[in-house]
């Protein structure tokens, strides 16, 4: 049975939002992204630009030193459902938009599916779940650190690093 590596990326902007949940809200991150490779520059989300296939090491300067990466080993049926949405996703493009009223509702704990509206941690919590995970509430109810719980508790983590950028 084949099996690949799946990594989170967890950091911080310097934005209004990032700003709400960390000092209201006493979050550690305000953004999560997903590698289909492990080690790579790259990583794929939403931010306010829409779906997104980031390079964190490139904009080190627009993020706090504050980092933290989580990778797991799944299935290679699991990986296959996590790739054919990033390249859904890709497909989509310019369709897909970011969410800003979504982490409103969220942060208000206020499910909602807006057709092709996502922000960064409902799409992380959207693929997981697809990916098989059983999650304990709604994709559209997650933020970024409660992702990490939603991992811890799944007892899945291999690599845990702090501060990988």
Request: with cysteine; hydrophobic share 30%.
């Amino acid at each position: 049975m084949n099996t690949n590596k799946v990594t989170l990326l967890f950091t911080t902007y310097h934005n209004l939002i990032s700003y709400l949940l960390l000092y209201l809200f006493g979050h550690n991150y305000s953004h999560v992204s997903v590698s289909l490779e492990s080690g790579t520059d790259y990583y794929y989300s939403f931010n306010k630009k829409g779906f997104r296939k980031e390079y964190p090491k490139r904009h080190k300067q627009r993020r706090k030193n504050k980092s933290f990466s989580i990778q797991f080993t799944v299935s290679q049926e699991k990986y296959d459902i996590l790739k054919h949405k990033i390249e859904s996703c890709e497909k989509k493009g310019k369709n897909l938009k970011y969410s800003s009223f979504g982490v409103f509702l969220c942060l208000f704990h206020i499910s909602h599916h807006f057709e092709n509206s996502y922000f960064c941690s409902r799409f992380v919590a959207e693929s997981l779940q697809e990916m098989g995970f059983d999650l304990k509430k709604d994709p559209s109810l997650y933020l970024p650190d409660q992702i990490i719980d939603e991992m811890i508790a799944h007892n899945c983590l291999e690599v845990v690093q702090r501060n990988p950028l």
